[in-house]
C-alpha cells in the first residue's frame, strides 16, 4: 500500500513531462523591462488595461535575472547593440526574443542609409518571432505574443534548445 | 534691440571681427573671425545693452567647400535674438570653445565634433557623445563613406547599384 493511495481521488491529472513544463513556460512569459525607441510606447500601450498583456500572463520584469523573453521595441543602434547582447546573456535559461517592429527586424527605414543602425538585431540575438509594424499596433505584439506561446508549445525537453 | 543694431554695435567694437553681414537673408546673421570669437561672445553676453545670457543652439554645416559653425544666441532678459556664424576650411577645422561663456556648449560642441570632425580648442572634455568611442569617421562630412563592418557587424546591406 503506497502513501498517495485515496488521498487525492479525482484530482489528479496524468500528463506529459513536456506538455506540463511547456504549458508553464508559455503561460508565464515574463518579458525584461526595456523600450529602445517608438515601439516602446505601443509595447507599453499593450502592457496597459485597453489591450491588458497580462491576461496572457506576460508581465513585464524589472530585472534581466527574472525574465525569460526580451522585446527588442526599437530602432537598435550599433552603441545599444552590445548592451542588448549583454542584456540578453544575463537572463537565464530558456529565454525567448520577440523582434518588434521594422527597425529590430531589419533595419527599418534606416536600411540604406542609417550608418549608426543595425540592420536587424538577428545579427547579436537569436529572435524567435519577428513582428512586422512602424510601429505595429498592440494587436500584433499581442498576436506576436500568441506565436510565440504556438512555439514553445511545440518543444521538448528531450531536445535541447538552441543557444 | 532689433539685429541690424546689434550687428552696428558688433561692426563698430569688432571692425576686424567681423566678415560680413547678411541681413537680408531669411535668418540675419554676422560671419565672424574665428581668432576674435571668444571676445565677441564674452562681450554680447556681458554688455549691459545686449545681455546674451543664452546660447540656444549650435550647430555645424558642411558646404563641402568649407565648413560652417552657427550659433544662435538669445536674450532673456531684452528677449532678442542674434545669430553668429564663423567659416572655417575643410582641412583640420579648428575654433575656440565657448565652453568657458555658456556652459551649455559642452554637449554641442560634443556632438559637432562627433559628426563633423570639427576641434573646438580649450573644451574640457572634447570626445564623442553619441556614436560609440570606438566609432571611426565623421558621418555628417558630405564625403563620409560608411565603413563595411563595426565590430564584425554589418553595416550596409545594401550594396552600390541595387535599387
Known amino acids: ?163 | 534691440m532689433e539685429v541690424g543694431e546689434v550687428f552696428k554695435t558688433l561692426e563698430s567694437n569688432f571692425p576686424d571681427g567681423v566678415k560680413s553681414i547678411d541681413i537680408e537673408g531669411f535668418d540675419p546673421s554676422a560671419t565672424i573671425e574665428a581668432s576674435s570669437l571668444l571676445e565677441i561672445c564674452s562681450f554680447l553676453k556681458s554688455d549691459k545693452k545686449l545681455k546674451f545670457t543664452s546660447l540656444m543652439c549650435l550647430s555645424g554645416v558642411d558646404f563641402e567647400e568649407k565648413m560652417e559653425i552657427v550659433y544662435h544666441l538669445h536674450s532673456l532678459h531684452y528677449n532678442h535674438k542674434v545669430t553668429l556664424k564663423v567659416e572655417l576650411p575643410r582641412e583640420k577645422p579648428a575654433l575656440p570653445s565657448v565652453v568657458s561663456i555658456w556652459i551649455g556648449a559642452d554637449w554641442h560642441e560634443r556632438e559637432v565634433f562627433d559628426l563633423y570632425g570639427i576641434h573646438f580648442e580649450g573644451h574640457p572634455n572634447l570626445k564623442r557623445i553619441l556614436l560609440p568611442d570606438d566609432w571611426e569617421g565623421f558621418p555628417l562630412r558630405k564625403d563620409h563613406v560608411d565603413a563595411e563592418k563595426y565590430r564584425g557587424w554589418t553595416i550596409r546591406k545594401v550594396k552600390e547599384g541595387y535599387e
Not at chain 1, 498583456?53 to 550599433?78: E, K, W
Open chain 1, 1 to 163: 500500500m503506497s502513501i498517495i493511495e485515496n488521498k487525492f481521488r479525482d484530482n489528479v491529472i496524468i500528463t506529459s513531462a513536456d506538455k506540463f513544463m511547456n504549458w508553464a513556460r508559455l503561460s508565464s512569459l515574463w518579458p525584461i523591462t526595456f523600450g529602445i525607441a517608438c515601439c516602446a510606447i505601443e509595447m507599453m500601450a499593450t502592457a496597459a488595461s485597453r489591450y491588458d498583456q497580462d491576461r496572457l500572463g506576460v508581465l513585464p520584469r524589472p530585472s534581466p535575472r527574472q525574465s525569460d523573453l526580451m522585446i527588442v521595441a526599437g530602432t537598435v543602434t550599433f552603441k545599444m547593440a552590445s548592451r542588448i547582447k549583454r542584456l540578453y546573456e544575463q537572463m537565464p535559461d530558456p529565454k525567448y526574443v520577440i523582434a518588434m517592429g521594422c527597425c529590430a527586424t531589419s533595419g527599418g527605414p534606416y536600411w540604406k542609409h542609417g550608418y549608426h543602425v543595425m540592420k536587424g538585431v538577428d545579427q547579436v540575438v537569436p529572435v524567435d518571432v519577428y513582428v512586422p509594424g512602424c510601429p505595429p499596433r498592440p494587436e500584433s505584439l499581442l498576436e506576436g505574443f500568441i506565436k510565440l506561446q504556438e512555439k514553445i508549445r511545440r518543444e521538448s525537453i528531450a531536445t535541447t534548445q538552441a543557444a
